[in-house]
């Protein structure tokens, strides 16, 4: 059954920047997907692990949920349009043994251009003690000046939290299977992970292709649906 976004739901979203789609995915496609990332990072150290992939080179497994899952499309047509192109996706792991919090930012502050969106799928439980995410609803509106700050966790860009004093935070714990969109200038962060235990998820990112995008990051992509009149 193809999960169903109502009016409602297309309404939330543009307001507040999210929508938590829950039971996208089946705990048999997480699973597979867990571990196949699990074995494509596990010759990697570090606190945390990332591959990203462009549309040319997304190995079958991960194709298969983030460009060929009808439900995932059927919700990314109602909430962006009928014209859906695929970026890039990554797995991301945040280790066990050294726990960080991701700080506050906006992903357009990476790529600049037009307006992209994000699924973050939980591949596994996430909580506040494993390290979900925290967002806050309707910071979508307004793109930031962001802290240039390197660290060795790999966050470049951030808003620092004294800029954010008063702001609503809403906390996004997520079951497996569930996906949160998100627009790229939705100001959201992390827990740290606490619970001792490596916590996966994977992030597909996507554009409205009927609207022309100077930025450059991505020199191939994947039409889902619709004509691309860029």
């Not at 060929?68 to 499309?73: D, G, N």
């Not at 994977?202 to 995008?213: G, H, V």
Request: hydrophobic fraction near 40%; include cysteine; aromatic fraction near 10%.
């Amino acid at each position: 059954m193809i999960n169903q976004v109502s009016e409602k739901d297309v309404s939330s979203f543009q307001k507040n920047g999210y929508l938590i789609v829950q039971r996208l995915f089946s705990q048999n496609e997480m699973e597979e997907a867990k571990q196949a990332a699990k074995t494509m990072v596990e010759a990697q150290s570090g606190p945390s692990g990332v591959f990203v992939w462009k549309a040319d080179v997304i190995p079958e497994v991960f194709d298969r949920i983030a460009c060929c899952h009808p439900a995932l499309v059927s919700v990314l047509c109602r909430l962006i349009g009928p014209e859906i192109e695929f970026l890039s996706a990554k797995p991301v792991f945040k280790s066990g043994k050294i726990t960080f919090a991701s700080p506050w930012h906006q992903d357009y502050a990476y790529w600049g251009g037009a307006t992209k969106y994000s699924v973050w799928i939980a591949l596994e439980e996430a909580t506040p003690e494993n390290g979900c995410l925290k967002v806050i609803p309707g910071s979508h509106r307004k793109f930031r000046d962001h802290a240039n700050i390197k660290d060795v966790n790999g966050f470049v860009n951030r808003v620092l939290d004294s800029e954010l004093e008063g702001a609503k935070v809403v906390e996004a714990p997520m079951h497996t299977g569930d996906a949160l969109v998100f627009h790229d200038c939705l100001l959201h962060s992390s827990f740290p992970n606490t619970s001792g235990r490596d916590r996966w998820s994977f992030i597909p990112t996507y554009r409205d292709a009927s609207i022309s995008d100077e930025s450059g990051v991505w020199e191939t992509t994947t039409l889902l649906c619709g004509l691309n009149s860029n």
